[in-house]
């Protein structure tokens, strides 16, 4: 039995190890890219420890940031914030999630977001805004052993479909003072509720650990198989059979994040966190063709965070400082050779509160790490 537990650790180190020593590629990236990700850090269940069977958890993120700063490639534009003409995208993501612990193995997830955006370009005259619900997500996850003999490490795999319920064609009425009145105009899909099709998500939450320190290494990669959307992006776009840019595509979105965790001491239940954060939108998806409009690259960041757990409620708080920005080529671009922009952001603010409700309400199944920061 020892030696299958310490199996069980070093598969698991080798998951989480790798990931703090190099750098990683996203579920929806920022600013101009996408901005849809909260993410999950630490485990299992960010320090809250198992879920019981029977037992049920919802839980309320919410994140925010500003994208202003435009990069070709890796390089900032930066004449566009000299120049006035730089795009800026305003994102508040909230997302209300609800789990049911089927087994001690297994659970289902319903999370449904609600977007409110903005978009504006500093030289323009008005400011277009968005809000609603967005694509929500069905998932199950079962973890690869059983949680009542593994509290040092488990890995867990979440499979889910993501349902095209956020609409992709909201529209402003605007003015731009151009002497043709006002008029309506196809919102930028950077800041529209929805995708416009259909998403398979797979996901995992692994951790570690290692005395009073835990490693964990999670991701998320979300494949959509449609192509474009049927939305017109604006009526001065050229159609193009080659590259059907006159329509918005429907994006693959991929996040990962690690890191470590350790309790505070002299306080219970508070636990700090940091490691990096990668979250983007591919030039090309898994499944289907990667034609229409898409402004595909990835952000990495550093993302230092507190979580505090009393009881059966929690709240943490994470920011992730931007340290390496990419706007890669889209297929359009390669097909006409050239090279779009996008604006990112420098800071990503993401916050939540959950509380578990029903089952048995035993702490039988918290981390160890839990109750190192009692001490």
């Not at 190099?22 to 485990?43: D, E, L, N, P």
Request: net charge positive; hydrophobic share 35%; aromatic share 10%.
């Amino acid at each position: 039995m020892r030696f299958h537990a310490a199996a069980k650790s070093v598969s698991l180190l080798c998951l989480a190890t790798p990931i703090l020593l190099i750098s990683m590629q996203t579920a929806r990236a920022q600013g101009c890219i996408v901005a849809r990700s909260s993410g999950t850090t630490a485990g299992p269940d960010s320090e809250g420890g198992y879920l019981s069977k029977g037992e049920w958890d919802v839980s309320v993120g919410y994140r925010h940031q500003f994208s202003f700063r435009h990069f070709v490639g890796p390089v900032e534009q930066t004449y566009r914030i000299q120049q006035g003409t730089e795009v800026m995208n305003k994102i508040n993501l909230l997302s209300t999630s609800l789990t049911y612990q089927a087994t001690p193995r297994f659970s289902f997830t319903a999370d449904v977001p609600v977007l409110f955006a903005s978009r504006r370009s500093n030289n323009s005259p008005y400011t277009t805004t968005s809000q609603g619900i967005g694509d929500i997500i069905f998932s199950a996850r079962g973890w690869a052993w059983d949680p009542r003999e593994n509290t040092r490490g488990n890995v867990g795999f979440t499979l889910g479909m993501m349902l095209p319920t956020g609409k992709t064609d909201v529209r402003n009425r605007v003015d731009a003072f151009n002497g043709k009145g006002p008029q309506d105009v196809v919102l930028d899909y950077s800041v529209q509720p929805g995708t416009g099709g259909y998403g398979l998500v797979f996901a995992w939450q692994s951790f570690l650990n290692l005395k009073s320190t835990q490693l964990y290494f999670d991701g998320s990669y979300i494949a959509t198989p449609g192509n474009t959307t049927d939305v017109i992006r604006n009526t001065t776009t050229v159609p193009s059979p080659l590259t059907m840019s006159q329509y918005a595509s429907i994006s693959d979105m991929y996040l990962l994040e690690a890191g470590l965790s350790h309790p505070i001491p002299h306080v219970r239940g508070l636990l700090f966190t940091i490691g990096p954060r990668m979250e983007g939108v591919p030039a090309e998806d898994l499944i289907g063709d990667s034609l229409g409009f898409r402004r595909p690259g990835f952000a990495i960041s550093i993302e230092p965070g507190v979580t505090y757990v009393r009881g059966r409620n929690m709240i943490s708080a994470n920011i992730g400082k931007a340290v390496y920005r990419d706007r890669t080529r889209s297929v359009p671009d390669k097909i006409t050779g050239g090279h779009g922009d996008a604006a990112f952001a420098d800071y990503v603010w993401l916050a939540s509160f959950s509380h578990r409700f029903g089952g048995p309400a035993s702490k039988s199944h918290h981390t160890p790490q839990q109750d190192t920061g009692t001490k």
